[in-house]
């Protein structure tokens, strides 16, 4: 069936040092791949997205990487900074209907000075 | 920054009651959805909603739930007779067209059903 799932469930790091998060999917017909970040009481707020035609999609300090081949998703962000400490989802759609995302379990990002 | 906004915030209502959450997505928005988060559980999709009805909905949302579209700015979840499983986080959200534009949420409005 259809799964979104991440790889780890809590993440620490540095100030200043890169972060990455890892998403597995399994729905091989999902075409559109988004990144949320949520901060402790507050909504999903999108941060990058990428659709399933390109492998890779940079932003202001983040990059999202796309491979198809093995079903993977994965979220970069350069040079952490502690306003980046929340919990990262990916969230995946399937072909054709933008309408129902599938999110992911979710990876706490904590940053440390 | 256009964005959602929900109301209330926190609503804490006794098992059996019916509630109503409100939300104003953003003003050239076409498409709106609601989702649920379960306190430390992922995010999940409940109903999206275009042009004055549902296009597609979870088996989460069954009979006790329905969504309206009164006037032309308000998006509203009615649970007919909550349950204690109903309480969560729920998330109102809009985007402007369902082919990849980006979906932005709310701030969420905070369930308690006691």
């Known amino acids: 069936g259809e799964s979104v799932g991440l790889h780890l469930p809590t993440l620490s790091v540095q100030e200043g040092d890169n972060s990455i998060i890892n998403c597995a999917y399994s729905n091989s017909a999902s075409d559109y791949f988004i990144w949320y970040k949520q901060e402790s009481g507050k909504g999903p707020q999108f941060i990058i997205d990428?659709?399933?035609?390109?492998d890779k999609r940079q932003g202001q300090r983040v990059t999202v990487l796309l491979n198809k081949t093995v079903k993977h998703l994965s979220l970069q962000i350069a040079a952490t900074q502690p306003g980046d400490s929340a919990v990262y989802f990916c969230a995946e759609a399937p072909s054709g209907g933008y309408n129902k995302l599938i999110f992911g379990a979710g990876t706490r990002l904590a940053v440390h000075p | 920054e256009p964005e959602v906004t929900q109301t209330p915030s926190h609503q804490v209502t006794q098992m059996g009651q019916e509630v109503i959450l409100r939300c104003v997505p953003i003003s050239n928005h076409l498409y709106f959805y609601w989702y649920r988060q379960i306190l430390g559980q992922k995010v999940e999709f409940l109903v999206s909603?275009?042009?004055?009805?549902?296009?597609?909905k979870s088996e989460i949302f069954d009979d006790q739930f329905s969504v309206e579209r009164p006037d032309g700015s308000n998006f509203t979840l009615k649970i007919r007779s909550t349950k204690l499983e109903d309480s969560a986080m729920y998330f109102c959200?809009?985007?402007?067209?369902?082919?990849?534009?980006?979906?932005?949420f709310g701030e969420g409005s905070w369930l308690t059903v006691v």
């Open positions: 990428i659709r399933s035609n390109m």
């Open positions: 909603f275009y042009n004055n009805e549902i296009s597609e």
């Open positions: 959200a809009s985007s402007d067209r369902v082919s990849g534009n980006t979906i932005y």
